[in-house]
């Protein structure tokens, strides 16, 4: 199996599934997404089973196009359990996804993704969380769960690093700390660090006044690559695409997925932009306004750069129609996605 250098952590959402399958085939062998199924805790064993299903049915659809992950971090027993009759070990048979698992998580998901691995054998992937300082007692946690599986079982690190703001100032010094104890645990195939470093909308959010943030996971992921430690040059990046780490954990709405306004979001070398975008037709003339927050900006890549700046040039213009919640994540996962992965080919 050869990884891509981008992780990216998706959610198991249809959003997402179309951005992942709309990049171009050179962007997508760059991408290997990290698919997150969210915590669905008052659904029902029957229900949940039918959509767990068809969630996971249509990740490893999308993803024949290349590999990834699917795991279930939110999962409590029960749900577990349920995941255990949806994903048998032979459910993974000749799909591009491998099981991830991390400690602190539920025995029955660890049973489960340890299950799948060991009938597999094609890898499983070890997610251990990391939103503040390093402990090194969780080192021994995972020495435990890299001891049920056969010798030599191929498996990958990710040390996610959760949300990395600028008040996170030590998060690289941890994620070094991190890393120097769970590297020489195992032979890894991979080792990535995931980022969250989009922001929420701010309090005071306006239409037509665009919001900017520095990408503090960027900078976070090349304060460590600048250590002294001769691991480091395989490491790869991961992020949590154009949404704020939080995002992947919040329960699908059961309505029409949002509030009455969105974000426009766009990705730039050392910036992260939103736009508020108000939803529906009668708001046409500050749906281009928000558009143009974005193509207006000097880092903007222009519309050949990929299909989220063509969208947001043809929207800014009044070419193509308004949209909603859906719309706007996709094209700015496609913009994202896209510059970051090219963004890797120079490191």
Request: glycine letters at 8%.
């Amino acid at each position: 199996m050869s990884v891509p250098p981008y992780v990216p952590v998706l959610p198991t959402r249809p959003h997402a599934e179309a951005a992942y399958r709309a990049l171009t085939p050179d962007v997508r062998r760059r991408v290997a997404p990290l698919w997150t199924l969210p915590p669905r805790p008052d659904v029902l064993p029957k229900p949940l089973a039918g959509r767990l299903a068809k969630e996971a049915g249509d990740i490893s659809t999308a993803q024949r196009l290349g590999h990834g992950w699917l795991d279930a971090p939110f999962a409590d027993e029960a749900e577990a359990a349920v995941l255990a009759e949806v994903l048998p070990p032979e459910w993974w048979d000749d799909r591009n996804l491998r099981p991830v698992t991390g400690p602190g998580r539920p025995g029955a998901q660890q049973v489960l993704a340890l299950a799948a691995a060991r009938h597999g054998g094609d890898g499983l992937g070890v997610r251990v969380r990391l939103p503040g300082d390093w402990n090194d007692r969780m080192a021994a946690d995972v020495s435990v769960l890299l001891d049920r599986l056969p010798t030599g079982h191929p498996v990958d690190l990710f040390l996610d690093l959760a949300t990395v703001l600028p008040d996170r100032p030590d998060a690289a010094k941890e994620a070094l700390r991190a890393l120097d104890t769970l590297v020489p645990l195992t032979a890894w195939r991979t080792v990535t660090v995931l980022a969250g470093g989009f922001p929420e909308a701010p309090d005071n959010f306006q239409v037509g006044v665009p919001y900017e943030a520095p990408r503090s996971d960027w900078e976070t992921w090349h304060e460590i690559r600048h250590g002294e430690r001769s691991y480091l040059p395989r490491l790869r990046y991961g992020d949590y695409g154009i949404h704020p780490a939080t995002y992947v954990s919040r329960t699908p709405s059961a309505g029409d997925g949002g509030p009455s306004w969105g974000i426009l979001r766009y990705t730039t070398a050392r910036s992260y932009h939103l736009s508020k975008v108000p939803h529906g037709k009668q708001y046409e003339e500050a749906n281009r306004k928000a558009a143009r927050c974005l193509t207006g900006l000097v880092d903007f890549r222009g519309a050949q750069a990929g299909l989220g700046e063509m969208w947001l040039r043809d929207r800014s213009q009044g070419a193509v129609s308004t949209g909603a919640h859906a719309t706007w994540n996709k094209m700015g996962n496609i913009q994202h996605m896209t510059f970051v992965a090219k963004s890797l080919d120079t490191e």
